[in-house]
DNA sequence: AGTGAAAGAATGTGTAA
DNA sequence: TTACACATTCTTTCACT
């Protein structure tokens, strides 16, 4: 599962394509790309077979549902022990204003995205949904002025502009 | 943008399920929330227009495209001015390496969540594009070992209904 | 907000390279 | 095995109620 999947020039071309606009029809991809839409659903169930594709998601806008402020946490557990850090993580993940989880090296074991209503609603999180668990020795706030995404995710490598036309 | 968006029990049922699964039919929407699919199209459309959904993502597997490793780097621009972390944002946000940028507060500036092909390249990718950069006057990094999504996110408290801005 | 029809897209089959 | 054309089925979308 963790192996790395051939993938020739229409590949990268569809993904390129669909990461740009996950909605693109099979048509749409096959008229880019050029070949035909059947071969396009081929190759985009392929990708999803073989893992590559993991699945599409939907991108919402947080502060249109009531959540306009975002904030990095950076979370300490004591101890760092399996017996701790299971629930730990189960119960972050299921905390609706957790929006992404991150277990990391160095100093803070867990990185923390969340979205909250206002700073009143991110330290009432913090207080009672982090300091006040025993395992938490330490819970820095650091709060997100502005984010961006970046481009597609391609192969790296010496030709990472080989678009097939 | 940040227009006062208001949204009911309808809207909120389309949306949790939109998250579990973006690429469900307006037809098994329409089934699940108990409206017609035309009345799906129509809610889907307005929250579209509005804001609340900002579009569809395709989610990739970084391992699948030779990027197994993924790492957090946080980043001390000196000194802190508009006209340095501009072009810094734009040439952070060009690199194929990046998933994904945040300016935070703190004693680190920025966040990058970046994924790579192994140690070396992640070496590479400090040297060469980081710490060789004039502005940047720091750069600690945090292999990541694991990372989660989280639930859907929705409208904070009790009020099945609310508007935001 | 719902109904039904027309347009369009997804998907399976057969076939040739 | 891989790509393609075609046919069938299902979905989206729009005019009307």
């Not at 839409?37 to 077979?49: G, I, K, Y």
Request: with cysteine.
């Amino acid at each position: 599962m963790a192996d790395s999947v051939v993938l020739d020039a229409i590949d990268l071309h569809i993904l390129r394509l669909l990461q740009n606009d996950a909605r693109s029809t099979y048509r749409e991809l096959a008229a880019d790309v050029g070949v035909a839409p059947s071969t396009c659903l081929d190759r985009v169930a392929r990708l999803r077979r073989t893992g590559v594709i993991l699945g599409h998601q939907l991108r919402l806008n947080p502060a249109k549902l009531g959540r306009g402020l975002e904030a990095l946490l950076l979370v300490q557990v004591r101890p760092h022990r399996r017996e701790l850090i299971g629930p730990f993580v189960d119960r972050i993940r299921a905390l609706p204003e957790s929006r992404a989880l991150f277990h990391l090296t160095g100093p803070d074991d867990y990185l923390v995205h969340v979205a909250v209503a206002d700073p009143a609603d991110l330290q009432r999180l913090v207080l009672d949904e982090f300091t006040s668990r025993r395992e938490v020795a330490r819970v820095e706030t650091r709060l997100i002025f502005q984010q961006w995404e970046c481009g597609p995710l391609l192969p790296p490598g010496p030709s990472p502009s080989l678009s097939a036309d």
